[in-house]
Nanobody, 125 residues
C-alpha cells in the first residue's frame, strides 16, 4: 500500500525558511513523479511543485518559482521541498502525492494519488 508521511511544517516568520519532507512507504519512489500541493482555508487546492521520475525534471507554480526547490533522494525514498523567502500567502496545509512517471497533471492534481495527511505551514509575524 502506497503511503506518504509529510513533515517539517511549522510556524515561521515572513522571509524565513522551512524544509518539508515527504517520506514514502510501501513502495519505491523510483518510478513515480511526486508532487507537492497545498490548500489554504477558503482557497482551492493548488499544485505547488513536482519532480518527475523519468529525468528528474522539476516544475513550479509561478507563485513559488525562485523561492521553492523540490528534490528527491531515492535511496531514502523521500522527496523534499525547500521553501525560502516565505510569505504569509504561503500559509496552508502542504501535501504530497504520487503519479506514474510524469508531472503532467500536477497543476490540478489530476492523476495523483496516495495523498499524505499533510503538514501545516504558517507564515506569520
Amino acid at each position: 500500500q502506497l503511503q506518504f508521511v509529510e513533515s517539517g511544517g511549522g510556524l515561521v516568520q515572513p522571509g524565513g525558511s522551512l524544509r518539508l519532507s515527504c517520506a514514502a512507504s510501501g513502495f519505491t519512489l523510483d518510478y513515480y513523479a511526486i508532487g507537492w500541493f497545498r490548500q489554504a482555508p477558503g482557497k482551492e487546492h493548488e499544485g505547488v511543485s513536482c519532480i518527475s521520475s523519468s529525468d528528474g525534471s522539476t516544475y513550479y507554480a509561478d507563485s513559488v518559482k525562485g523561492r521553492f526547490t523540490i528534490s528527491r533522494d531515492n535511496a531514502k525514498n523521500t522527496v523534499y521541498l525547500q521553501m525560502n523567502s516565505l510569505k504569509p500567502e504561503d500559509t496552508a496545509v502542504y501535501y504530497c502525492a504520487a503519479a506514474s512517471y510524469y508531472c503532467a497533471g500536477y497543476v490540478s492534481g489530476s492523476g495523483f494519488g496516495s495523498w499524505g495527511q499533510g503538514t501545516q505551514v504558517t507564515v506569520s509575524s
